[in-house]
């Protein structure tokens, strides 16, 4: 009884530090947003309560039109991400001369800093001399240079395209991962009975892959929600608001404007949000592990 | 290839056709903005800004290389303080991590569930939707304009993946010495310390170069607003004042990126085997 008292003991103490650090740093934060909602605070010394404003104040304008953008660059970008990803993970799979290297090729995106690879796509978005224009100016698909960042459009499509460059490393090294852990003597089995690759593919890879085609894209579309650099860097949320998703809304509203407290409740309706999505996957994990079990 | 091979591995010619197309694909995607970054930064400014679109540089150089260092003066210390910061960060998570992981993996306690739970919830929550009292808090500890407004708010969100991947990691490796141990009569620190940590540097190092990246390849948003000192700036903040300009000097500003991200991917290039290993047998196992 003492030992293993004294062994729940040691076990708390050992995850002290890293409670508190949790504690002060994302828990404590996460209360102040909520409290700071209902305040008017900004730079100035003195802080009301405001009740439910600032959410008044948030709706009465384009907030809407806001939340509808996320939700859809988010879409675009987790499934083009897990597209990519799926292919480049068979491909990485596949036992050909090269795999190792070809692995290796596929990380740079994900080790360098995320900045760094935006002043890339930034370059490759040029419209006069940038690579993306020139390219298909030269094989005929332009017929005269397109400024990418500069219409809400293309600008938008932009942003997707380096969120998903970004991300598709991690993913398709999860994938991979995934792909490897399937039994060797389920493909033999199917091979035996004379099944094609792509049939093997699709019968035995794919659904043996689903679970963690879930995980991956709950992550993915948590940190796409959650994505800042990217839309930041390129466009600031432009040309006329129209890559504004949440987070850079809630980051103008707050750090550019010094609204503090409407910034706060913009940030809360991001936390509602992404709870939303972390109710329904755990939601659907439940189900497939107790579909599993049967 | 090798006569030993079963035949389930064995492609005809068009399927290896099909893969190298996809795996070039597949590449190209990944790699062009590396390529055609390198291809800019050789490329002097005049010819950069001329029409038509050329791939090719027909007059390349590596003057930009020379020129960034009296252009961005602070250039050796972004690198410096980019390395810092995740160095720190890295150094920090391990030692909350590391008891942390080890208790989840080998200790019955009441609350364990909800407490990883609570833990990897974490990860839902950005840096950036917490930032306005991040803000306040470290104005409050006297932290902003240091390293560590750069540092502090960094480490809480990199500690749940590292949480997760190291616990993952300790519940593979068997029990018998630390148990075998235990009834010799060692203490429960001394397990740890003599036992535990040796046997388990293998992850620790795995997940030490996870956090490593991950501090480095993300510290954005923090030094954007917690930091307005030029000489404490990562290199990714340091360089968005060139990347901001009206007229930005593209061939440098890659050039010293390059230089920039040069020490880490050398660095990449000799780790790579561990992180791929380890981040693959690490990751899907749940």
Not at chain 2, 123 to 141: C, E, H, K, Q, T
Request: hydrophobic residues 55%; contains cysteine.
């Amino acid at each position: 009884m003492t030992r293993s008292r004294s062994a729940t003991l040691f076990a708390l103490a050992l995850l002290l530090p890293a409670t508190i650090y949790i504690l002060v740093i994302v828990a404590y934060p996460l209360v102040d947003t909520f409290s700071l909602s209902f305040t008017d605070a900004s730079l100035r010394k003195t802080v009301n309560w405001v009740g439910w404003a600032n959410y008044q104040k948030i709706f009465g304008g384009d907030f809407g039109t806001i939340i509808v953008r996320t939700f859809v660059w988010t879409f675009f970008s987790v499934s083009i991400k897990m597209i990519i990803g799926t292919c480049g993970a068979v491909l990485l799979n596949a036992l050909v001369p090269g795999r190792a290297l070809f692995r290796m090729l596929t990380l740079p995106p994900w080790i360098i800093p995320m900045a760094i690879g935006i002043f890339m796509w930034g370059w490759m978005y040029n419209g006069q001399f940038g690579m993306i224009s020139g390219v298909l100016q030269n094989i005929g698909v332009l017929d005269r240079p397109l400024a990418w960042l500069a219409y809400g459009n293309t600008a938008f499509a932009a942003t997707v395209l380096t969120d998903v460059w970004i991300g598709v490393p991690l993913v398709t090294l999860y994938l991979l991962a995934a792909i490897q852990s399937i039994p060797k003597d389920l493909y033999e089995a199917a091979w035996t009975d004379g099944a094609e690759r792509f049939y093997r593919f699709r019968r035995i890879t794919l659904p043996l892959i689903v679970p963690a085609l879930l995980t991956m894209s709950m992550i993915s579309l948590i940190s796409t929600f959650n994505s800042f650099d990217i839309i930041w860097i390129l466009t600031q949320g432009g040309p006329n608001g129209q890559t504004t998703t949440m987070i850079i809304d809630t980051y103008r509203t707050a750090i550019g404007s010094y609204k503090y407290g409407e910034g706060a409740a913009r940030a809360v309706m991001i936390c509602i949000f992404v709870s939303i999505f972390c109710f329904f996957y755990f939601r659907v994990v439940n189900k497939l592990s107790a579909g599993e079990a049967k | 290839m090798s006569s030993g091979r079963p035949m389930i591995d064995r492609y005809r010619w068009y399927e290896y056709a099909v893969i190298y197309a996809g795996m070039f694909l597949f590449l190209a995607f990944v790699l062009s903005p590396f390529v055609e970054g390198f291809l800019v930064s050789l490329k002097p400014l005049t010819h950069l800004f001329s029409s038509p679109y050329r791939f090719w540089p027909d007059d390349g150089s590596f003057d930009a290389y020379f020129t960034i260092w009296e252009h961005v003066p602070l250039l050796g210390r972004y690198i410096f303080n980019s390395l810092l910061i995740s160095t720190v960060a890295t150094v920090v998570v391990l030692i909350l991590v590391v008891p942390a992981a080890y208790a989840f993996a080998r200790f019955e306690f009441p609350g364990r569930g909800p407490l990883l739970g609570a833990f990897l919830g974490v990860n839902m929550f950005a840096g950036a939707v917490l930032l306005i009292p991040l803000y306040r808090l470290m104005r409050s500890m006297g932290l902003l304009n240091t390293y560590f407004a750069m540092i502090v708010p960094g480490v809480a969100f990199l500690i749940p993946t590292a949480i997760w991947l190291l616990r993952t990691y300790l519940l593979r490796i068997p029990r018998e010495l630390e148990e075998a141990a235990w009834v010799d009569g060692a203490g429960r620190l001394y397990i740890l310390r003599r036992i535990v940590l040796p046997i388990a540097a293998p992850g620790i190092l795995v997940v030490a170069l996870a956090t490593f990246i991950g501090a480095y390849a993300q510290q954005f948003i923090f030094a954007l607003t917690f930091n307005s000192k030029s000489e404490l700036m990562p290199l990714a903040v340091g360089l968005f004042a060139f990347f901001g300009k009206e007229r930005v000097v593209w061939n440098e500003l890659m050039a010293a990126s390059f230089v920039g991200i040069a020490p880490v991917m050398i660095g990449f290039i000799f780790l790579q085997r561990y992180l791929v290993a380890g981040l693959t047998a690490g990751a899907v196992k749940q």
